[in-house]
C-alpha cells in the first residue's frame, strides 16, 4: 500500500541522514555494512548510495525490472534524493496504473513500461524507451528468467547491476532455472522456491559480460556487479561462494498453495529432481 505523502516525505528525509552518516563512516571491507533502507526492501538503498559514491562520475539514468506498484524498489531513492531518470518495467497493470497518479510521475523523468518482459523483448523496449549506451544502474528482480534477460540486454552497457538471485540453490552451484519465455515463477512449481538462477551462476554470467560480482544484501536476494573497468577500491572480484548469503525468509509452499515455512536446507529437498542449466557445461542437469 501507498503510503501518503508526508510519511513519504519523512521517510526520505530520514533516508538522508542515515545514509549520509554511513557514507561518512566508510570505506566498507563488505558491501552490507553499508546497508540502509528507506524505500528498498532490505539495505539496497544504502549499498546503492554507497557504491555511487565509490564509482562516481557516472550517467544519472537507471532502469529497474520488476517494480509492482514501486512503492517499495530498488531506485525510488535514486530517484527522490539523486534526482536520477529512469525507465520502470513490470506486467502489472494495477501496479504501473497506481505509479502514474504517484506525484513522483511528474515530478522526475520517470517512465514506466507495462511489459511481461523476455529475452526477446529486453533491448526492444529498452530501445523504444530513449535509453541507449552507458547507464548508471540496472536492477532486474523478475522471480525467474533473471540470469536469461540479462545475459541478453545489449542496448545498454550498465555501470552497476543489481540481480536478483535465489539462495535456495546455494553458494556453489553455477545454475538457473532453463529458459521460459512463459516463466511465472507461482506456476513453475507448487514449493515458490523454483527461479531464477544461484548467485555462482550470475557471477560467471558477470565476469563474461565484463562485470565483477561485488557482493550481496545481508537478506541474500541481491547480488551486486561493477563493471570491471570501473572496479575500485576496496571494491574486489568476488566469487559466488564468498558474495553468497544465506536468505531467511520463508516463502514455500505446499501443493495446494500454503504456507510451509521451510528453513535451510530443508527448502531444496521440494525441488530435487527438478532440471536447471549449469552455466559451466552449458548443459541442463538436476537439482
Given at each position: 500500500m501507498r503510503l501518503p505523502r508526508s510519511v513519504d516525505a519523512l521517510r526520505l528525509v530520514e533516508g538522508r541522514r542515515e545514509i549520509a552518516e554511513m557514507i561518512r563512516r566508510g570505506p566498507y571491507?563488505?558491501?552490507t555494512d553499508a546497508e540502509v533502507a528507506?524505500?528498498?526492501?532490505?539495505?539496497?538503498d544504502g549499498i546503492i548510495q554507497y557504491l555511487i559514491n565509490l564509482v562516481k562520475p557516472l550517467p544519472d539514468s537507471f532502469i529497474e525490472i520488476g517494480v509492482e506498484d514501486y512503492s517499495e524498489a530498488n531506485t525510488r531513492f535514486l530517484l527522490m534524493n539523486n534526482n536520477w531518470q529512469g525507465l520502470?518495467?513490470?506486467a502489472s497493470a494495477a501496479g504501473l496504473a497506481r505509479l502514474r497518479v504517484d506525484p513522483l510521475f511528474w515530478r522526475h523523468a520517470l517512465r514506466a513500461e507495462r511489459v511481461f518482459v523476455t529475452r526477446?523483448?529486453?533491448?526492444?523496449?529498452?530501445?523504444?524507451s530513449g535509453f541507449k549506451g552507458e547507464i548508471g544502474l540496472l536492477s532486474i528482480d523478475l522471480d525467474g528468467n533473471d540470469y536469461w534477460v540479462w545475459k541478453?540486454?545489449?542496448c545498454v552497457q550498465p555501470v552497476i547491476a543489481i540481480v536478483e538471485y535465489n539462495s535456495v540453490f546455494g553458494p556453489d552451484r553455477a545454475i538457473t532455472v532453463p529458459y521460459d519465455p512463459e516463466f511465472v515463477r507461482r506456476q513453475a512449481?507448487?514449493?515458490?522456491?523454483?527461479f531464477g538462477a544461484s548467485i555462482s551462476g550470475l557471477q560467471r554470467l558477470g565476469q563474461r559480460l565484463g562485470y565483477a560480482l561485488v557482493g550481496s544484501n545481508s537478506a541474500g536476494n541481491n547480488a551486486y556487479f561493477v563493471r570491471s573497468d570501473r572496479l575500485v577500491q576496496p571494491l574486489?572480484?568476488?566469487a559466488g561462494s564468498e558474495a553468497h548469503r544465506e536468505s531467511r525468509f520463508r516463502e514455500s509452499r505446499d501443493r495446494n498453495g500454503k504456507p510451509t515455512y521451510l528453513d535451510g536446507p530443508a527448502r531444496l529437498e521440494?525441488?530435487?529432481?527438478l532440471q536447471v542449466w549449469d552455466v559451466d557445461t552449458q548443459a541442463l542437469t538436476t537439482l
Open positions: 571491507e563488505r558491501i528507506v524505500f528498498s526492501q532490505f539495505g539496497d520502470l518495467m513490470d526477446e523483448n529486453i533491448n526492444e523496449v529498452i530501445t523504444r541478453a540486454i545489449n512449481h507448487y514449493s515458490n522456491l523454483y574486489r572480484a568476488l521440494p525441488m530435487l529432481g
